[in-house]
T-cell receptor, first 119, second 113 residues
Framework: AQKITQTQPGMFVQEKEAVTLDCTYD???????LFWYKQPSSGEMIFLIY??????QNATEGRYSLNFQKARKSANLVISASQLGDSAMYFC????????????????FGQGTILTVHP | EPEVTQTPSHQVTQMGQEVILRCVPI?????FYWYRQILGQKVEFLVS????????KSEIFDDQFSVERPDGSNFTLKIRSTKLEDSAMYFC???????????FGSGTRLTVV
């Protein structure tokens, strides 16, 4: 079974500063994928960034980067140059396998971190 | 950019009534999912659907729930007899390969009164 843990219920950051949102995971799979999603107050789920377990380099997408430490089973999201529009709930998620070891793409989510950006 | 479309955006129903939540996945996607999010909580997997059958379901997805892909474009979630605790946001998602490229719909907020 897969498990995702986000230990920060809420985070605050000053506009234009960088912030790191923590995510640790637990899996026995050798091949897996890690995702970050943003959920603004309007409710939709917005894909931010993906890291495959075999990717040697940390993923980056614009102001988002993923600090992937495989041995520590952590996949922290770094947002650089925070903007007021970054205020939202952020979810870390993992692509898992069913009990028989087949992957149909089920995502397991963490509890989320509410990020508030102050002007 | 292709979208996953969910209707309705909001639904209010009385306890014990049946509801059908509708989704139109991206046309060349092969894997389909329903998730739910109780207000303020994490997103929970309900069911995955591939090759016209359920491929995996969670313990939440009991006999009150069913899914269908009736016409090759729509993907529906039916709740047979709604309970107060079914009040949540329900997300449909689809993926071409079940591996990387997931697209979520904007959700249906279900309120059971």
């Amino acid at each position: 079974a897969q498990k995702i843990t986000q230990t920060q219920p809420g985070m605050f950051v000053q506009e234009k500063e960088a912030v790191t949102l923590d995510c640790t995971y637990d899996t026995s799979d050798q091949s897996y994928g890690l995702f970050w999603y943003k959920q603004p107050s309007s409710g939709e789920m917005i894909f931010l960034i993906y890291q495959g377990s075999y990717d040697e380099q940390n993923a980056t997408e614009g102001r988002y980067s993923l600090n992937f430490q495989k041995a520590r089973k952590s996949a922290n999201l770094v947002i650089s140059a925070s903007q007021l529009g970054d205020s939202a709930m952020y979810f870390c998620a993992m692509r898992g396998r069913d009990a028989g070891g087949t992957s149909y793409g089920k995502l397991t989510f963490g509890q989320g971190t509410i990020l508030t950006v102050h002007p | 950019e292709p979208e996953v479309t969910q209707t309705p955006s909001h639904q209010v129903t009385q306890m014990g009534q049946e509801v059908i939540l509708r989704c139109v996945p991206i046309s060349n996607h092969l894997y389909f999912y329903w998730y739910r999010q109780i207000l303020g909580q994490k997103v929970e997997f309900l069911v995955s659907f591939y090759n016209n059958e359920i491929s995996e379901k969670s313990e939440i997805f009991d006999d009150q729930f069913s899914v269908e892909r009736p016409d090759g474009s729509n993907f529906t979630l039916k709740i047979r007899s709604t309970k107060l605790e079914d009040s949540a946001m329900y997300f449909c998602a689809s993926s071409r390969d079940g591996h990387y490229g997931y697209t979520f719909g904007s959700g249906t907020r279900l309120t059971v009164v």
